[in-house]
């Protein structure tokens, strides 16, 4: 078994230093693994333990090699050293010294540290892999509580002639968006064991962890939130019939797929927005749905399904289809299915800044990590998404 350990660009000496170290340390425990095999003809499950430990690691090492070199400014390399004391032994003095910590707004009695940016960037990247509206949706990254964005409602235009008079044209003006952050916590619990081992990466097993607690409750909201401590969902904005829809409302159309004709249902929701929302539209609906779908057949006999190949979505008339499971069921009222660009409907903002409180007391011997992110999100284009009403 062979690990490629050639620095991609990098001439940190430290970070080279770190990786030979590991990869040393890997041949030893494979080596150790191949001589029980041989022995006793199974490996030792604490040295493949080991050994996923170390290969995690060299893959995270590789990855920061990878990347463009920028030299570390002095007070960046001091906070991650006291952040690595803080979170492995809780020792807050670097922190403490530093002036990095604050308390989060609105929880003053459990403040925390404010993690580097690296564990930020983690927490992100898991997120992006295993929520799809994160996956179609456009996202910003904030510093500030609250995320605004002026939208331009229309600016009027006529026609004239070289010498005619130009009357001023009318103005729709600009409407102000505001997305405010919500906070997700989640408080994984890590083992002394794991904290003491030097080549586990706490910062990699804190983004596992609370990656599935987060996408979980950040799916929901983003379709579904009233906006209140959390995401606003595109579901919980008033729906009403597209003939009449208005700035602020989301434009549906009727559906009833017990009728003969629920493919031209599904056509006459594509082109419900309009031309330049439909180049890069897509439907959105959750798995019970689109089993459903998947059933539907045109005048012709085929199925208006096509399933994707080589990692690419399926479709259904030509558009990909992105399951969401919280979507609702079909049922009387429910607006099931959506369609329309949802890379320019509707908007995530991250605030920067995730962060974490070691709390070593209240599950001995277990270590809590209280960690906290802020998000918020909302509709940012009322014209690009549609949905259908059954």
Request: no cysteine.
């Amino acid at each position: 078994m062979t690990k490629e350990t050639k620095m991609a660009g990098s001439g940190s000496k430290a970070l080279a230093a770190d990786m030979m170290a590991t990869f040393e340390a890997y041949k030893v425990a494979n080596d150790e693994r191949l001589t029980e095999m041989e022995r006793k003809g199974a490996a030792d499950t604490l040295l493949d333990d080991k050994l996923h430990k170390l290969d995690k690691r060299l893959d995270a090492l590789s990855l920061k090699a990878a990347r463009p070199d920028v030299a570390a400014a002095p007070e960046t390399g001091a906070h991650n050293e006291a952040w690595s004391r803080y979170m492995r032994a809780g020792d807050e003095s670097g922190l403490a010294r530093l002036d990095t910590k604050a308390l989060s707004a609105g929880t003053d009695d459990q403040g925390g540290y404010v993690a580097p940016p690296e564990l930020d960037r983690l927490i992100e990247a898991r997120l992006m892999q295993t929520s799809p509206m994160r996956q179609i949706a456009t996202v910003r990254q904030t510093s500030a509580g609250v995320y605004r964005k002026p939208v331009s409602l229309g600016v009027g235009a006529q026609w004239a002639g070289e010498t005619a008079v130009r009357p001023e044209t009318t103005t729709a003006g600009l409407s102000l968006l505001e997305f405010p952050a919500g906070e997700l916590y989640a408080m994984p619990a890590a083992t002394q064991t794991l904290l003491e081992d030097s080549y586990a990466d706490v910062d990699e097993w804190l983004a596992d962890e609370v990656e599935a607690a987060f996408s979980v409750q950040e799916s929901a909201a983003f379709v579904a939130g009233d906006g209140v401590a959390k995401p606003k969902g595109f579901l919980d904005y008033t729906i009403v019939d597209d003939a009449v829809q208005a700035w602020g409302e989301i434009g549906s159309i009727p559906g009833n797929f017990t009728l003969a004709d629920a493919g031209d249902q599904l056509i006459d929701l594509i082109h419900t927005p309009k031309s330049q929302f439909r180049v890069n539209g897509r439907f959105v609906m959750n798995r019970r749905t689109a089993a459903i779908v998947r059933k539907l057949k045109g005048s012709d006999g085929h199925y208006l399904w096509a399933p994707g190949a080589a990692g690419e979505a399926s479709t259904v008339l030509g558009y990909p289809v992105t399951e969401l499971e919280d979507m609702p069921d079909i049922g009387i009222g429910n607006a099931a299915i959506a369609f329309g660009d949802f890379r320019r409907g509707y908007l995530i903002a991250d605030r920067q800044g995730a962060r974490v409180l070691r709390d070593p007391f209240s599950a001995k011997p277990y270590v809590l990590f209280y960690t906290t992110k802020r998000v918020g999100g909302g509709v940012q284009n009322f014209d690009a998404i549609k949905t259908m009403v059954f």
